[in-house]
């Protein structure tokens, strides 16, 4: 019997599969931000640093062509998995040592960048196996057990560590924690080292062709450039601003834009006319092929029409929301002589990570369904509104400071279900202009710039919250709504994109 099966009944691994995908990326994102709470680490510290680990999402679509380039989706998103186990207990052991902050969030990094790229593989995996009617048959229940896995990560877990600490204290009850989410991904990784298809169309190459080392390491040396350069860029364009006296978060704001105007005019001239000088050349450089191909992607998207409304909706719709994400679980945490709701570590679990949650996919779900009756051109400035305006529940609740664990509930799943459905009008702007040639190389980008979006925000928000204090910061994302209606004004809507044909 051939033990290389091509196909399997999506049932089998659909689920676990982006169960799998969902729980690194809440560990990273949502549980590290409790855990460093609990373990004393300020806010500023805490939202600093994790949302630098937003960083390998952001440029995940530099790497994305290794993934074509070698063995095979299933040998990546296998290996990947046997990475995250293996960093979620070091996370474990790590919060055993005296120098267990900058040990974690080494670690963290690793699995923030073997869950990244395990998103690459399974997603391309999950086309490459399934035929596009499955596709579109599955795509709730890739969204279903993605967020069973968020409950499950920063609902659960949340609340066992809670439950653990009163008796063993945070590091010892983390500790604990992360063991159990490693063994549930060492079982998940050994049920999918026997059970994921092996689709006969996933070969490693980059599309016919297998690289030569020279292109390999021509590919390697640009991509690590293009990061290094934006980082070296943003640091230096940072540090400029803050010697002439700005501070974040206007710091953070136009070195953002500085950096992106930079970007977008080399590529929309420089490498655009290298591009075109190659592809018109009658002799070829085949060693330079595969990197043509892959700037041309990125030329064709910056030449858009309206990249500039393209861009700025991608990277400010979410801008209020990026810094209140960070602070929502120090809040509910910190005691109410600071501003805090004072909950205790099983109470978040259940405030944020478990209502909260289904608040946010029960919108997401409506946010779907209305697009596709209407489309998004309808639906785009009601789910502008919906979106930002439950903000003010927090500040409400920074405010009031209530004590009815209810009505803080209340709040929360209120907030949630407005990001949710929200959240859906942004997901189908990304689709909506990754359109045509290179749909899936521009869907990439604009998950990257998505991510740097929430990553550069949230890196000040901590900072600015203790340096004004919960009711202020509350205040000041509300006034960070405003960016959000300003580029959902400049952006242009495809008539009845997203709405359902008829048939």
Not at 412 to 435: D, L, P
Request: charged share 10%; net charge positive; glycine share 8%.
């Amino acid at each position: 019997m051939n033990s290389k099966v091509e196909y399997r009944n999506p049932w089998a691994w659909v689920p676990s599969l982006y169960f799998t995908e969902a729980i690194p990326y809440v560990m990273v994102m949502s549980v590290s931000v409790m855990m460093y709470k609990n373990l004393n680490v300020s806010n500023t510290d805490i939202a600093f640093f994790t949302s630098l680990l937003y960083f390998p999402w952001f440029l995940k679509f530099l790497w994305g062509p290794f993934i074509d380039m070698f063995k095979t989706k299933r040998f990546w998103t296998i290996t990947m998995q046997f990475i995250v186990a293996v960093a979620l207990f070091g996370i474990a052991f790590s919060l055993t040592t005296s120098i267990f902050w900058t040990l974690t969030l080494v670690v963290f990094a690793l699995m923030a960048f073997a869950s990244a790229t395990h998103d690459i593989a399974a997603d391309g995996l999950y086309m490459l196996s399934l035929d596009q009617a499955k596709q579109s048959a599955f795509v709730g229940v890739r969204s279903t057990f993605y967020r069973v896995a968020t409950i499950v990560g920063s609902g659960l877990l949340v609340v066992i560590a809670g439950q653990l600490a009163p008796s063993i204290g945070f590091k010892s009850a983390w500790s604990i924690v992360f063991v159990i989410a490693g063994f549930i991904f060492l079982l998940l990784f050994l049920y999918h080292k026997f059970i994921l298809p092996y689709p006969n169309v996933d070969k490693g190459t980059l599309g016919e062709k297998k690289l030569s080392t020279t292109q390999i390491l021509l590919l390697i040396g640009g991509f690590l450039l293009f990061g290094i350069t934006i980082y070296i860029s943003f640091t230096v364009l940072s540090f400029l601003l803050s010697f002439i006296g700005f501070v974040s978060p206007w710091k953070t704001i136009v070195s953002t834009i500085t950096l992106v105007v930079i970007v977008v005019a080399l590529f929309r001239t420089f490498v655009a006319k290298f591009v075109e000088k190659f592809e018109s050349s009658q002799q070829k450089n085949e060693i330079l092929l595969p990197i043509i191909e892959f700037l041309r992607a990125f030329v064709i998207f910056m030449q858009k029409k309206d990249i500039w409304n393209i861009l700025g909706f991608l990277l400010f719709f979410r801008f209020a929301e990026a810094q209140l994400v960070k602070l929502v679980q120090p809040f509910l945490l910190d005691p109410r002589s600071k501003g805090g709701l004072e909950l205790t570590t099983s109470e978040v679990g259940i405030v944020y990570g478990t209502v909260g949650i289904i608040a946010l996919t029960v919108g997401g779900l409506i946010g779907g369904y209305v697009i596709s009756k209407k489309g998004l051109k309808w639906w785009l400035w009601p789910m502008v509104i919906i979106m930002h305006t439950p903000d003010l529940a927090f500040v409400y609740l920074s405010q009031v400071q209530p004590t009815n664990f209810v009505l803080i509930n209340l709040a929360v799943a209120f907030e949630q279900f407005g990001y949710g459905f929200g959240f859906t009008a942004y997901m189908m702007f990304m689709i909506m202009v990754s359109q045509g040639e290179h749909k899936t190389a521009h869907f990439a980008i604009c998950t990257g710039i998505m991510a740097l979006g929430m990553m550069l925000p949230g890196m000040y928000s901590g900072a600015l919250q203790e340096m004004i204090g919960y009711k202020h910061f509350f205040l000041w994302v509300i006034l960070s709504t405003i960016p959000g209606f300003i580029v959902a004004a400049l952006v242009k809507i495809e008539p009845d994109f997203g709405k359902k044909k008829s048939n």
